[in-house]
């Protein structure tokens, strides 16, 4: 990855009690507090950020909310919020307004989130795609229908990239009296037939090709693509043959797809190509760097969607140009214009978008618990990785057939944690490790009080919660789980999880299956201690996942062998490096622990290994114009260059990895592994990089996967292959029963052999 990703998670909740009846308008500005201190109901939950009352810069000549790193920070991303009852909002759509003001580079956006019954996440919008840059004062609006169970309403402004940001004049809005907004009603799960399935896989396609293909005016102005969805698949499903179909097809796209073309047959069964209008002066067409024209909870900059205007291409080869014939399947083809005539007025034909298709605002809440939206939800997942997904050509897998699977499924889901298991099994078959679909609105409300790590074919307790201290020790084996072998619960798992290695499966399964258990009665659980002798122990869940204590923790700048510093770059900061570089320089041998995700501590250090510059591994975005990755070009993003930096270490290095390193410590290992700038240790990383990319389903669904592709320095593939170890070791269950670091040990004594060499070695 080319940059870590910020997450944050709100723990103080604030509450601003409002009257029982919706407001015309409630002021959330800073007219109340201390001038330099926080205002009374904002909190501010990112470490190394301050947002305080100031004059200096307020719109209206008053206070404004002034946030800003504090001088002592490295942390790029900052956030300030309050919490507001929710229930005067219930059913209704608000409005939430604000002037901000943005200081140096970077970029700040307002957010807001509701929170459902029974912690649900409801409508959310954090202007990721239309965010506040440097410049004077800018109006920021979110517009959003609260849900009818709603019972907390967040309010928030960030931060991105570093830069100051003011924000004055915060109100929030709703129409007093005004329409309620309907849930949309559940629909009891049922089968697929075998014609539905066809005519449910041809939408799917249908719905992908237009949404991200078709540059009509009428489809780039749909704002409700999700109800649109709905219905096209409700449509589409009852068809009796293809003849249906293509009627029910064309009634449903007309209205966002004039030009079109349907029929019954293959592709060599194609009508005529239309011609071209008189009046065209110009044509439109879609240009993706990566994608970003879906909803996202989080999205790197890097990815971009835009219509492009073009000159119209010579009347020859103009057929080649701008349609493509597909099979769409069900006995159903189509001819669809990837660029638009286009004239003064735009594209032709010149008509308007529907108002039921350019708002969602009016529309009921979708439900996952709806059979038809849960349909929906799996063409729109499926046809985002159809068009876009960059690591085909070298996983295994029948992307045609995970669709058809997932629908079927869906179909039959009977609530919404089935459901999220659909999306997941779908997901994985992308052999990603970044893909994954989850659900703050189904998070885990208890676990196992166990942490557990695979060591060969054996599932090992590395971490005991004190509840369950007495009943088991570090380092036995789970035999099994209410009575399903370990090996089985591992299996059952792992059709859910996106790995591209081996590694990063043994990993993440570890971890879900404390999860994953189809209750939260207590487990009873069948173990094997270290000396063979088996037993049983009934363990209740607990509310957090107890931290490994197997291995006892090395303090940063800890002498580990004579003359062998250690230090730890999992989540280390560059003023943390800094701390202890005077312990690094003086060092003759140095262990990096990188068995996990770094920060810009590992970035810095690199500079201090080098005496030329060093460049990243190689990154690279799909541009995409056509379906199905045809004529995919690839363009080379910049790189990383690291000058080196003062002072050089001279020391013998030894860095320590295993399959938990996956995307920005892949790039930081990958640079070590081509410039040899030190030994590895340990076993092979998680074989996944390119920037993470994400969109939003409905009910709350985020899907994030990688969404552009990585290749080592030589050009060689990174996916599924990793950075290996110049020296492989693993733990062992002996090692782990007797809180023994095996890896460390290992980096230590290939060190020392160095550090004791002669010179002229």
Wanted: one cysteine or more; glycine letters at 8%; charged letters at 20%.
């Amino acid at each position: 990855m080319r940059k870590s990703i910020r997450t944050f998670v709100f723990l103080i909740v604030l509450y601003s009690p409002l009257s029982s009846s919706a407001q015309e308008r409630v002021e959330l500005g800073f007219e109340v507090g201390a001038m330099g201190k926080t205002p009374p109901d904002w909190v501010v939950p990112t470490e190394g950020w301050t947002a305080e009352l100031a004059d200096e810069q307020a719109v209206e000549g008053s206070q404004s909310l002034k946030l800003r790193r504090s001088a002592d920070s490295t942390s790029t991303f900052g956030n300030a919020m309050r919490t507001l009852d929710a229930t005067p909002y219930r059913g209704r759509r608000v409005v939430l307004r604000s002037q901000m003001l943005v200081q140096g580079a970077g970029q700040g956006q307002m957010w807001l989130r509701v929170d459902r019954l029974g912690g649900e996440m409801g409508a959310f919008d954090n202007m990721e795609q239309r965010p506040v840059v440097a410049g004077g004062w800018t109006e920021a609006v979110i517009g959003v229908v609260v849900e009818d169970d709603a019972e907390l309403l967040h309010v928030g402004f960030m931060s991105n990239g570093g830069a100051t940001v003011f924000i004055d004049a915060v109100r929030l809005e709703s129409a007093s009296g005004g329409p309620m907004v309907a849930l949309q009603a559940p629909s009891a799960p049922r089968p697929l037939a075998s014609r539905g399935s066809e005519n449910l896989q041809a939408a799917s396609r249908l719905l992908s090709y237009i949404r991200f293909f078709h540059a009509s005016d009428q489809a780039v102005a749909v704002i409700a693509w999700d109800h649109f969805s709905v219905r096209v698949m409700e449509s589409a499903e009852e068809a009796l043959d293809a003849e249906d179909l293509v009627r029910r097809f064309e009634e449903a796209f007309a209205p966002v797809a004039p030009t079109l073309q349907l029929w019954v047959g293959t592709p060599e069964d194609a009508p005529p190509v239309p011609a071209r209008p008189e009046t065209a002066t110009a044509m439109k067409a879609w240009k993706h760097r990566g994608v970003a024209s879906m909803p996202s909870s989080h999205r790197s900059p890097v990815y971009s969607s835009a219509i492009e205007r073009e000159s119209i291409p010579g009347q020859d080869s103009a057929d080649a140009q701008i349609h493509v014939v597909k099979k769409l399947g069900g006995g159903v083809s189509c001819r669809l214009p990837v660029a638009l005539y286009a004239d003064d007025k735009g594209t032709i034909p010149n008509c308007v978008t529907s108002n039921e298709l350019n708002s969602a605002s009016d529309q009921p809440t979708l439900t996952p618990l709806n059979r038809s939206t849960r349909l929906a939800g799996v063409a729109s997942a499926w046809g985002v990785m159809q068009h876009f997904y960059p690591y085909f050509d070298v996983v295994a897998t029948n992307w045609d057939d995970a669709l058809g699977i997932a629908l079927a499924k869906a179909a039959e889901d009977t609530d919404k944690l089935a459901y999220l298991d659909t999306l997941r099994a779908l997901v994985a078959r992308l052999h990603d490790g970044h893909a994954e679909v989850s659900s703050r609105t189904l998070a885990p409300q208890s676990v196992l009080p166990l942490a557990l790590q695979w060591v060969g074919g054996e599932l090992a307790v590395v971490g005991v919660h004190p509840s369950a201290a007495d009943a088991v020790s570090v380092g036995d084996v789970v035999v099994s789980i209410d009575g399903s072998a370990s090996l089985d619960c591992m299996e059952k798992v792992s059709r859910g999880i996106s790995a591209a290695s081996d590694g990063w499966m043994r990993w993440k399964s570890a971890q879900r299956i404390v999860l994953n258990l189809p209750t939260e009665d207590p487990a009873r659980i069948t173990f094997r201690r270290s000396d063979g002798l088996g037993y049983s122990a009934i363990l209740a869940r607990v509310h957090d996942v107890p931290a490994p204590s197997a291995w006892k923790p090395t303090v940063d700048g800890a002498e580990v062998g004579s003359g062998i510093v250690y230090f730890n770059l999992i989540g280390a900061t560059a003023a943390a490096l800094n701390r202890s570089m005077a312990k690094l320089e003086a060092a003759r041998g140095i262990v990096f622990d990188l068995r996990g995700y770094p920060s810009d501590g590992a970035t810095t250090l690199l500079g201090h290994l080098v005496d030329t510059p060093v460049t990243s591994a190689r990154w690279i975005l799909p541009v995409v114009r056509f379906p199905d990755r045809e004529r995919v070009e690839w363009v080379d993003l910049e790189r990383w260059s690291l000058p080196p930096g003062s002072p050089r270490l001279k020391a013998k290095i030894a860095f320590l990895t295993d399959g938990r390193a996956i995307s920005y410590a892949e790039s930081i290992l990958e640079i070590v592994e081509y410039y040899k700038l030190g030994d590895i240790v340990g076993s092979t990383t998680a074989g996944t990089n390119g920037d993470v990319n994400s969109f939003t389903l409905p009910g709350g669904y985020i899907v994030s996967w990688s969404g552009l592709k990585v290749l080592k320095h030589d050009g060689s593939r990174h996916h599924g292959v990793g950075i290996s170890p110049t020296v492989r070791v693993e733990p062992t269950l002996q090692g782990i029963a007797a809180g023994r670091d095996e890896v460390l040990e290992a980096a230590i004594k290939v060190l020392r052999t160095k550090v004791d060499a002669p010179d002229d070695e």
